[in-house]
């Protein structure tokens, strides 16, 4: 399993970023995707998650302003994040669960910055 993200970047409160994660080495449709994100000094916290059929699920400090998505033709996982703040600063990771359900998070790729300045 190979997760590899991009995207990430560094823009002004208010501003927008797409982040993508470029998934191989599995069955890509058969899998819940998600982005978790960790700020310096903090635990990686939970953001979003979609199950193959793209029924999804937001944290509620994103809700209204991130929106996930998938492409299951080309493997690839998306969030679009806008009207973004300096608490959203930290590492985006993409992650894979163990099936359909999003529980049991094993797989994660390398991360992208995301910096967010007032």
């Known amino acids: 399993v190979k997760l590899v993200e991009s995207g990430g970047g560094s823009v002004q409160a208010g501003g927008s970023l797409r982040l993508s994660c470029e998934a191989s080495?599995?069955?890509?449709?058969?899998?819940?995707m998600a982005w978790f994100r960790q700020a310096p000094g903090n635990q990686r916290e939970w953001v979003s998650s979609?199950?193959?059929?793209?029924?999804?699920g937001y944290a509620e400090a994103v809700k209204g302003r991130f929106t996930i998505s998938r492409d299951n033709a080309k493997n690839t996982l998306y969030l679009e994040m806008k009207s973004l703040k300096p608490g959203d600063t930290g590492m985006y990771y993409c992650?894979?669960?163990?099936?359909?359900?999003?529980?049991?998070?094993?797989?994660y790729g390398q991360g992208t910055q995301v910096t967010v300045s007032s």
């Open positions: 992650a894979r669960a163990e099936g359909e359900i999003c529980t049991g998070f094993n797989y």
């Open positions: 080495g599995y069955t890509y449709n058969r899998y819940c």
């Open positions: 979609i199950r193959p059929s793209g029924s999804p």
